[in-house]
């Protein structure tokens, strides 16, 4: 059964920095596009980031771009998303997901971290 | 990279049928098919209910049915069941390992 469990979550001021983790398991994790996802209090869903299976290609969005970096070790099987210059509208719940295997769909979730940036 | 547009909320009796829209662009929902959408209860995370425009996972209720047409994707609820109560997202793929979620729709039986 595929498991994806984040960590690293917790409180920080603007201009932090944290570093989440999502362990995978129960899945070749190399053969996968991973995403990180968040969901802001109350909100809706919003697309972070992407990665390649090989970690060689990064997408994020605009929200983010040039203070959020997503990476990967694929020895260990964990994804990690490292936030910088933290702003309270990061404050979210983080989730890391899976991308389908052919197609472009993300089909498994993890339970989400919550980061929540506050002065 | 605009989100998705969804009703705020949807309603429907038990046994009955409800759909909620998703609405994107050319670059997005009308340009692949890789629609999905995404049913989650309060204080969890979301879960898969549709895929690929039209197809279920296993262990997902036929009571649950995709469609699209253009730029609109539509998500069907028939045979309305309390635990339907949720909100919902539609989710598209953008290209270059991006997606667009809409901002989602809380689904009340009444």
């Known amino acids: 059964e595929v498991q994806l469990l984040e960590s690293g979550g917790g409180l920080g001021q603007p201009g932090d920095s944290l570093r989440l983790s999502c362990a995978a398991s129960?899945?070749?994790?190399?053969?996968?596009?991973m995403t990180w996802v968040r969901q802001a209090p109350g909100k809706g869903l919003e697309w972070v980031s992407g990665?390649?299976?090989?970690?060689?290609?990064?997408y994020y969005a605009d929200s983010v771009r040039g203070r959020f970096t997503i990476s990967r070790d694929n020895s260990k099987n964990t994804l990690y998303l490292q936030m910088n210059s933290l702003r309270v509208d990061d404050t979210a719940v983080y989730y890391c997901?899976?991308?389908?295997?052919?197609?472009?769909?993300?089909?498994?979730w993890g339970q989400g971290t919550l980061v929540t940036v506050s002065s | 990279q605009s989100a998705l547009t969804q009703p705020r909320s949807v309603s429907g009796s038990p046994g009955q049928s409800v759909t909620i829209s998703c609405t994107g662009t050319?670059?997005?929902?009308?340009?692949?098919?890789?629609v999905s959408w995404y049913q989650q209860h309060p204080g969890k995370a979301p879960k898969l209910m549709i895929y690929?425009?039209?197809k279920r996972p296993s262990g997902v209720p036929d009571r649950f049915s995709g469609s699209k047409s253009g730029n609109t994707a539509s998500l069907t609820i028939s045979g309305l069941q309390a635990e339907d109560e949720a909100d919902y997202y539609c989710?598209?793929?953008?290209?270059?390992?991006?997606?667009?979620f809409g901002g989602g729709t809380k689904l009340t039986v009444l």
């Open positions: 050319s670059s997005d929902v009308g340009d692949y098919n890789y």
């Open positions: 989710c598209s793929y953008a290209g270059s390992y991006t997606w667009l």
């Open positions: 690929d425009v039209t």
């Open positions: 997901a899976k991308k389908m295997g052919s197609n472009w769909n993300l089909d498994y």
């Open positions: 129960g899945l070749t994790f190399s053969s996968y596009v």
């Open positions: 990665i390649s299976p090989s970690g060689g290609t990064t």
